[in-house]
């Protein structure tokens, strides 16, 4: 039996294990706002084996998150690029800041979500909508949306992929540990309700945070919503440290600075 609580008895690692195994985000409220970006831009992002979809797409979100199962509320955004694996379409998300440090934990150590601890904001005014992120007292993010019509119910479910990293850095500051996991994560999204509108895009300089390098060439709308999301994940390839050593250091801060 055991004596602390760093040490878990087998029921505790059985509870811990199906949260993990199982993974809920409910009550969530989300602007997301899409557009094209430059599609030299987007080939250079992509760490292979992932590759280009047809057009340059990719979307910019903020959003609060009323409740979960492995991490109670906190708040958070995501820039995603389209881009296809194999005969599989899906996002690969460059970015994920978290607001607390239970959300940043849970995703980056069990799916490799590149997430940073960050404040973020999303508030509702009339027709109006406003999202921002902040670091280092910069808010590099900011999104906003108009929606001249009501939030319509819409019980729509659909099936995403999301493609990431997970990798860790070699002991001796020699590059990255061994081979590393493609994680392809299942997102079951239930949309409750919906509105679109128009939307405009902020992204400001940053030394940790570059969005400020990704043209936004043309906004195709936003969307101001209330889902649920359930996911499930499981390792998809296997991929060369070597080849992903150029991208490995985005989730970081800029240790050198």
Request: proline share 6%; glycine share 8%.
């Amino acid at each position: 039996m055991a004596r602390t609580r760093f040490v878990k008895s087998q029921a505790e690692i059985d509870a811990f294990r199906l949260v993990q195994a199982t993974p809920e985000f409910l009550d969530i409220w989300s602007l997301s706002v899409n557009f094209l970006s430059d599609e030299d831009v987007v080939a250079e992002l992509l760490p292979p084996p992932l590759v280009p979809a047809r057009e340059p797409r990719m979307s910019v979100a903020v959003s609060e998150i009323g409740r979960s199962n492995c991490g109670g509320p906190f708040n958070g955004a995501s820039i995603n690029i389209a881009c296809r694996f194999r005969d599989e379409e899906g996002l690969y998300c460059l970015t994920m800041p978290m607001s607390t440090d239970t959300a940043v934990t849970f995703g980056r150590e069990l799916y490799a979500e590149p997430q940073k601890l960050a404040d973020i904001s999303l508030d509702r005014r009339g027709a109006n909508v406003h999202g921002t992120v902040t670091r280092h007292g910069v808010t590099y993010i900011e999104l906003s949306g108009r929606f001249e019509d009501e939030l319509q119910q819409v019980g729509r479910h659909a099936l995403g992929k999301h493609f990431y990293f997970r990798y860790l850095p070699a002991p001796d500051g020699g590059g990255l540990s061994d081979a590393l996991e493609l994680i392809c994560v299942t997102y079951s999204t239930t949309t409750h309700e919906l509105v679109r509108g128009g939307g405009t895009i902020v992204f400001r300089e940053s030394r940790h945070d570059p969005v400020i390098d990704i043209p936004v060439v043309s906004i195709a709308g936003a969307v101001f919503s209330r889902s649920e999301t359930h996911t499930t994940a499981k390792v998809v390839a296997r991929v060369p440290a070597a080849q992903f050593l150029p991208f490995a250091f985005g989730k970081m801060d800029d240790l050198p600075a």
